[in-house]
């Protein structure tokens, strides 16, 4: 059974950085594995999105700031946001399904992913 790690939250200033890191304790060939956030009494929504054939995606309300990529040697998929805004404090979860295309599926519906991670928490203060 397959397991994911976040790591890289924290709390930033407005027009911050911050990387998220999510390593899965399993390899697999083909996975698609998207960034979801949950702000407080809000829904889950997707963020970004990449898959084994190096596409990716982006909500609007990051794109252009944040930056999906995936170490494969480290079984690690990480999320850059720079230019942090504070509509984006939320927890933020990594999520991943078997692949080998994001595409195949709707890309950032939480009930098409498999395995969740235990999600990091990010703050961004103005």
């Known amino acids: 059974q397959g397991r994911l790690v976040e790591s890289g939250g924290g709390a930033v200033l407005a027009g911050g950085s911050l990387r998220l890191s999510c390593t899965a304790s399993?390899?697999?060939?083909?996975?698609?594995v998207a960034w979801f956030r949950q702000a407080a009494g809000k829904n889950r929504e997707g963020v970004a999105a990449?898959?084994?054939?190096?596409?990716?995606y982006y909500a609007e309300s990051v794109r252009g700031r944040f930056t999906i990529a995936q170490e494969n040697a480290k079984m690690t998929t990480y999320l850059q946001m720079d230019n942090l805004k504070p509509e984006d404090t939320a927890m933020y979860y990594c999520?991943?399904?078997?692949?080998?295309?994001?595409?195949?599926?709707?890309?950032?519906?939480?009930?098409?992913?498999?395995?969740w991670g235990q999600g990091t928490e990010v703050t961004v203060s103005s």
């Open positions: 399993v390899h697999r060939d083909s996975t698609c």
């Open positions: 990449t898959d084994s054939g190096g596409l990716t």
């Open positions: 999520a991943a399904r078997a692949g080998p295309y994001c595409k195949s599926r709707p890309i950032f519906s939480p009930y098409d992913y498999t395995y």
